[in-house]
């Protein structure tokens, strides 16, 4: 798609849809970064914001944060008594950590700092 279609499209269709904390952690993980290969970005995040929202989950995985752009916005979509468990052996989760509190889902974000292949592991071995 041409970069000013694009362009037009976020900013009038799906910017305005995002809450401030989301645009804030996007806006910053950009200026870390200042290139897309590792972001999800705006449109995609609204897509999985409808796809948890339309599911009905209380419960969800994220694994490998990068700054938690998405995780944030898994948290949003999630009832009040939702929980997200977000995967990463790095720090990078961290980065986005005000934005959690700003929106008001921190509560619902627990952070393990290890690899997903660990983590999934842990979980066969607690089902054993």
Known sequence: ???????????????????????ELWERT?????????????DQ????RLMVKMSGAKKALEIGVFTGYSLLNIALALPSDGKVVAVDPGDD??????????????????IKQTTG?????????KTK
């Open 1 to 23: 798609m041409e970069e000013s279609i694009y362009k037009y499209m976020l900013e009038t269709f799906t910017r305005h849809r995002e809450d401030q904390a989301s645009k």
């Open 30 to 42: 950009w200026n870390l970064t200042q290139r897309g290969e590792m972001m999800t970005l705006p």
């Open 45 to 48: 995040v609204q897509f999985l």
């Open 93 to 110: 989760p961290k980065f986005g950590w005000p934005c959690f509190v700003k929106a008001g889902v921190a509560d619902k974000v627990e």
């Open 117 to 125: 292949l660990d983590y999934l592991e842990s979980l066969i071995e």
